[in-house]
């Protein structure tokens, strides 16, 4: 029995001081991790930041280009008939988002759905404007329509609310 307490007398002292050990040992380690994940994730921040912005920039850009007025600018074409400006525009629209699907990787879900919504929603006024008319007839009769259907819109437009939404989610970064 002496020889068991006698054994007891070193294995314990030396199991409390194992335990600190660890535990110590265990924290840093830890907190050692913690840092080195925080530096990555700063790391990170530096490169995806810009590109990040530069994505909240082309989308602003992107409904910059699809608001009717630039739209009808860059599109119409002399002599063009209301069939030929219609689909003129729904390539053009079409066109526009495609070349900035990739920014999708940089924004949120909601945005990008919401952008996508805008996107079918221009689409869908384009062809509803041209609904009822001529497709032989002048474009002046679809220009007309689809400047009063902007002008009705008025602050509804889902193209004002989105670039609001990207220049919301754009503030947050900072």
Avoid: C
Wanted: net charge neutral; charged share 20%.
């Amino acid at each position: 029995m002496i020889a068991i307490l006698e054994i007891l007398k070193y294995i314990l002292p030396a199991l409390v001081v194992f335990a600190t050990v660890y535990y110590l040992v265990d924290a840093h380690f830890k907190q050692q991790l913690r840092v080195l994940n925080q530096q990555q994730k700063l790391e990170a921040q530096k490169l995806t930041l810009p590109l990040k912005l530069q994505a909240y920039e082309r989308l602003i850009l992107l409904f910059e280009r699809l608001a009717l007025d630039q739209l009808l600018l860059r599109v119409r074409g002399a002599g063009m008939t209301v069939g030929e400006l219609q689909g003129a525009l729904l390539i053009a629209i079409s066109q526009e988002f495609d070349h900035n699907v990739s920014q999708q990787l940089y924004v949120s879900e909601t945005l990008w759905q919401m952008v996508s919504f805008t996107k079918s929603e221009l689409l869908s006024l384009v062809s509803k404007a041209g609904e009822g008319l001529d497709p032989a007839g002048s474009d002046e009769q679809l220009v007309h329509r689809l400047l009063l259907v902007q002008e009705q819109l008025g602050t509804a437009n889902p193209m004002l609310k989105t670039q609001m939404a990207i220049r919301t989610e754009a503030g947050k970064l900072f």
